[in-house]
């Protein structure tokens, strides 16, 4: 019997959080995780062993990474619903992490979402040419960022909103270069990010727009639990929203300062964070101080 926990909000982790051997552990020890990576193998030949034994450089690659990332954030979540009994009241993820949240709420099933997300990161790399394009981390206001990046020629815009002095832009690399002039010359600090695209920004639309044809074309079910979506930042639970919801994430936003206090509003004071890594937790932590944070990545994590 799972019991539904109010306070509790799953996270699940984007780019950028993978390892190699990621949830290994968790598969040996738990049949449900261990179930998640027999599919992800028989959806995705050699996937398995790509996330087990790598090598590095090759699981890195976008089209690998992300539905990799899947498999073990979902392997985590299912290993902590066996072992606690427990159910989030909602959830969310960062960028591809939405993927997760949502087989997690049980609207997309595993394999859809393996598949989603390796068609995904192949058509976000073939978006833009290797060198075209490029991404900065910037601490400090985020308004002002906006403001910069409104008035730099050419494509640069927010790419993600993570935390209250930490905006990523994304876009054209002499366009991110000259917002990136602009904002140290206003004090901000600014480092470049090694990525191998430009996310979430309008360069990426050729990806949205072929992508959009298979979200139409998969199958959401009902969901046991709403997920704040990345480009509003509010709670969904209709189905029938997804396909375009995820289709515009593709170039928009990731609102997660926003999706973090949405949450919190909601009533959640403990969030909990599936897959490899802390990154979210530690953002939760910037956000809401008072905030219980726990990490599930590993056999022990569930004691």
């Known amino acids: 019997m799972r019991v539904a926990a109010p306070n509790i909000a799953a996270l699940f982790p984007g780019q950028g ?16 995780a261990e179930a998640v990576y027999a599919e992800a193998e028989q959806t995705l030949p050699g996937l398995r062993a790509l996330i087990e034994t790598g090598p590095l450089e090759e699981l890195t690659l976008t089209a690998n990474q992300q539905p990799a990332l899947v498999a073990a954030s979902v392997a985590a979540y299912r ?15 960062h960028s591809l992490g939405e993927y997760s949240a949502l087989v997690a709420a ?31 981390a910037v601490m400090g206001n985020p308004d002002v960022v906006r403001e910069v990046c409104e008035g730099v020629r050419g494509v640069v815009q ?18 991110v270069d000259a917002a990136a002039a602009e904002l140290k010359g206003r004090g901000l600090k600014v480092i470049p990010l090694k990525v191998s695209a430009p996310f ?11 992508l959009t044809p298979d979200l139409r074309a998969t199958t959401f079910g009902p969901l046991a639990f709403p997920v704040v979506a990345n480009v509003t930042a509010e709670p969904n639970d209709d189905p029938a929203a997804l396909p375009d919801l995820l289709a515009r994430q593709i170039t928009g936003s ?50």
């Open 17 to 32: 959080s993978h390892a190699v051997g990621m949830g290994a552990d968790l598969a040996a020890t738990f049949p449900e």
């Open 79 to 93: 290993a902590w619903q066996a072992h606690t009994g427990l159910t989030p009241a909602f959830a969310a993820g």
């Open 106 to 136: 049980g609207t997309l099933g595993l394999a859809d979402a393996l598949r989603l997300t390796r068609r995904r990161g192949e058509l976000m790399q073939e978006a833009v040419p290797v060198g075209v394009g490029a991404m900065s």
């Open 158 to 175: 927010p790419a993600n909103f993570n935390a209250p002095t930490q905006t990523v832009i994304s876009g054209e690399q002499a366009a």
């Open 200 to 210: 979430h920004c309008a360069l990426m639309q050729p990806a949205q727009d072929a």
């Open 254 to 303: 990731v609102r997660w300062v926003e999706t973090i206090q949405r949450l919190a509003d909601l009533g959640a004071d403990t969030f909990v964070e599936f897959g490899p890594g802390t990154v979210l937790t530690g953002l939760v932590k910037r956000l809401l101080p008072d905030a219980r944070t726990l990490n599930v990545g590993k056999s022990g994590d569930l004691g």
